[in-house]
């Protein structure tokens, strides 16, 4: 976010705004977004205007978000997070 904010003004605001709507869509319907096809028990929303995805899994009645991350660098670096 550091990157985004100094970048323009305000577009680290934006970035966090982006986020927050994003993770209201899957609080709302986790099951609705597609599984990461590198493993299938993770699925990812992308995060409008900026190159970042979401990556998260359902747990219970709960949903964790393992990781907010460009998905084209170091893809998969996040999954020795969730155990």
Known sequence: MLHYA???????????????????????????????????RYRCIIVEKFRFSIFFRERDSDVVVVAIAHPRRRPGYWLTRDR
């Open 6 to 40: 100094g970048s323009r003004r305000g577009l680290g605001a934006d970035l966090v705004c982006a986020v927050d709507a994003a993770l209201a869509r899957v609080q709302q319907a986790p099951h609705t977004f597609p599984a990461w096809l590198d493993a299938p």
